[in-house]
């Protein structure tokens, strides 16, 4: 069955005659039992069901199902946001003593939490640029670290990691490979075909599409979830059955949502990167784009983020910014509104600013997410903001 098809399908719970086409919203904080044997069962994880709000939920547990089916995983977990998934995911798969490799072309607060807060659990972690591939190669040839954390593409210089070169090599030395794939989603990138082991979504972007509930959703095999479960668990930062309600509403139009995304921002990087106002533009789907060749192999689309640095000063920028009038001045990404911000006083104000300028997040930096608007609408709108510039 193909993708599209695919995310319009609900999977709902048994129902004895009738079954609704959306899964209900089942908003119960506890669970009650006809026999006390019947939750000693589910306690022991005898049998699956329903307990206490803070261990699951059927509609959250539907949205779990649905995101581990696209992801071609077996199990999935849901959380109260992104960062949630991801502090949960790197508790349960590391302890005191071991270690982990990141690129610092990441989300900026991933990036803040590996290298303030594991290292006060013990966890030394290794931090390299994408560029430093001899590097990074080298130090998992080695095999002393446990796990390597990828995202791809990267935010905000959409920078494409070869996940399979990386995984196969990680494989043979026993690391865990776990890949935030946010910026892809399935519908462009599957990380567990090139053999990544738990891949990491935040649902309040793409997957829910329409700016109105946060979560996170992390999938992979059994033996990892349940980890990873179990550190949920005990920190409560479980997704509420509302919120997943709006995920798995905004899923059934990921597949046309994000087919549109990626034709607009296609069309958006070409334009810009003619446009004498602009020195740089970053996307996957430029040739331009120094990972272009791995894009094509990798991906099935190219995305809807583009990032692009006008030619100008830092005030310059900022009235650019003040000068849209159709993009919304938003700090998120991968809903049908298009949303624009400078990730330099935003998801990455928090680095250093040498550390901003080797990433290549200057202060003229604009990361924009396209939405589902009218692709001339958009460029008259930049377009205006640039001229006044």
């Not at 996940?163 to 026993?174: E, P, Q, S």
């Not at 990491?200 to 059994?222: E, F, P, Q, W």
């Not at 970053?282 to 272009?292: A, C």
């Amino acid at each position: 069955m193909f993708l599209d098809t695919e995310v319009v399908l609900s999977i709902i719970e048994e129902f004895e005659k009738g079954k609704p086409i959306m899964m209900p919203i089942y908003p119960s904080a506890v669970y009650e039992f006809q026999r006390e044997e019947d939750e000693f069962e589910i306690l022991w994880s005898k049998e699956s069901g329903y307990r206490y709000g803070r261990w699951g939920n059927p509609t959250v547990r539907a949205l779990e199902k649905k995101i581990a089916q696209l992801e071609r995983c077996e199990e999935g977990l849901s959380f109260s946001s992104g960062m949630g998934a991801i502090t949960s995911t790197l508790f349960a798969l590391l302890n005191a003593g071991d270690s982990m490799l990141i690129m610092k072309e990441v989300y900026g607060d991933t990036l803040v939490f590996v290298k303030d807060f594991l290292p006060k659990c013990g966890i030394k972690v290794y931090v390299y640029s994408i560029e430093e591939r001899e590097e990074i190669e080298e130090l998992i040839d080695k095999g002393e670290i446990g796990l390597l954390y990828l995202e791809s593409p990267t935010n905000p210089t959409l920078r494409v990691i070869d996940i399979k070169n990386l995984t196969v090599k990680a494989k043979k030395k026993g690391i865990k490979v776990v890949v935030d794939n946010t910026f892809a989603t399935p519908i462009n990138q599957r990380p567990r075909l090139f053999g990544a082991d738990v891949i990491i979504h935040s649902a309040t972007k793409y997957l829910c599409g329409h700016n109105d509930t946060m979560g996170g959703v992390v999938v992979g095999n059994r033996d990892d979830i349940s980890k990873i479960w179990n550190v949920r668990r005990i920190f409560g930062n479980l997704l509420g059955p509302f919120d997943a309600y709006l995920v798995l509403r905004g899923i059934k139009t990921l597949a046309l949502r994000v087919k549109k995304q990626n034709e607009s921002a296609m069309e958006l990087a070409r334009w810009l990167e003619k446009h004498p106002k602009v020195k740089r533009v970053f996307y996957p789907g430029l040739e331009s784009h120094p990972d272009h060749e791995i894009a094509k192999a990798q991906m099935d689309g190219f995305g809807g983020m583009v990032a692009f640095d006008i030619d100008t000063t830092a005030d310059g920028a900022a009235f650019f910014m003040d000068s849209l009038q159709l993009i919304k001045r938003a700090p998120s990404l991968g809903a049908v509104e298009s949303l624009a911000t400078r990730p330099a006083f935003t998801s990455h104000r928090n680095l250093s600013r040498e550390e901003k300028e080797r990433l290549g997040i200057t202060e003229t930096l604009i990361r924009l997410s396209v939405g589902i608007e009218n692709l001339e609408d958009l460029k008259n709108d930049i377009d205006r903001a640039l001229r006044d510039v």
